[in-house]
């Protein structure tokens, strides 16, 4: 990780050399998905969850400037912002994938540390690794008149053929990240939308139906294997957790291009009524 730190190149665009780093850094994101997929091969401990947790606190702190590092550009770290949200996305794809729920609750419900060069250690939850990566969607965006919703995204997409994972399964891995921590969220803090994943992949949702996960909750069966990602007891403790994450999607989705987006609503893609309704 410390080899891609960003330098400008003379002549070059930043938003170009900034591309070249995130394409060195894919054998990177190629061996943790095979790490990942030998790992999940196993029966996993707390302490083995402990551990994979602490290690991805540490990629997670690449995003921020060092201590004591006070001359910076906003976007000099964005190629670290883009890695996390990429390989955050391909955990949760395969985690899913292989029916690891109480692992991949563990790690969308943990709080992570890290020193954001304030002077003093600042925590959060699983929405750390997906900052916004400036660098691709406004630089880039603006300087190429491209023209698109999310550089982010579409360089995902591009990035996931042949990644070993279907990008169907990173949006459907993207929503669920927005959704599950949309209902975890704490109405009482006056920072709660911080805490909120943010669906970059989302202008590809258009087409879908609903996500595997949430679609099979109609069944009481898949209900009780999953719910730990929601932090659910039983199906009426789900239910009132969706009421009340609707009032503050609301408020969430408030001044923001959700058509652009195509973030399909909590509404939609959990049917309240037909929650473990069936054996």
Not at 15 to 32: A, G, H, W, Y
Not at 123 to 134: D, L, M, S, Y
């Amino acid at each position: 990780m410390e080899k891609f730190k960003f330098s400008p190149v003379s002549d070059e665009p930043p938003d170009e050399t900034m591309m070249t780093i995130i394409e060195k850094m894919r054998p990177l994101r190629d061996s943790f998905t095979s790490f990942v997929r030998i790992l999940l091969r196993h029966d996993l401990q707390n302490d083995d969850m402990d551990l994979l947790r602490d290690y991805l606190e540490k990629v997670a702190q690449f995003q921020f400037a060092p201590r004591g590092v006070q001359q910076y550009h906003e976007y000099d770290w964005d190629n670290y912002r883009f890695f996390c949200y990429e390989v955050m996305l391909h955990f949760m794809a395969i985690a899913l994938n292989s029916g690891k729920y109480i692992l991949a609750a563990n790690i969308a419900n943990s709080t992570y540390f890290y020193d954001a060069n304030s002077g003093r250690p600042s925590h959060g939850n699983i929405a750390i690794f997906n900052e916004p990566v400036r660098i691709l969607d406004t630089l880039r965006n603006a300087r190429l008149e491209l023209r698109r919703v999310s550089v982010t995204a579409d360089t995902i997409k591009l990035r996931a053929e042949n990644s070993g994972t279907h990008f169907g399964d990173l949006l459907n891995a993207d929503l669920l990240l927005h959704y599950v921590t949309l209902l975890r969220a704490d109405a009482s803090s006056s920072i709660w939308r911080s805490g909120v994943w943010f669906p970059r992949l989302s202008p590809y949702a258009s087409y879908l139906d609903s996500i595997p996960v949430l679609r099979r909750m109609i069944s009481a069966q898949h209900f009780n294997r999953v719910k730990i990602l929601f932090g659910a007891q039983n199906p009426q403790d789900l239910r009132l957790k969706i009421t009340n994450a609707l009032e503050l999607s609301a408020q969430y989705y408030q001044g923001m291009s959700t058509f652009d987006y195509s973030i399909p609503e909590l509404a939609s893609a959990i049917k309240i009524e037909q929650i473990a309704s069936l054996p």
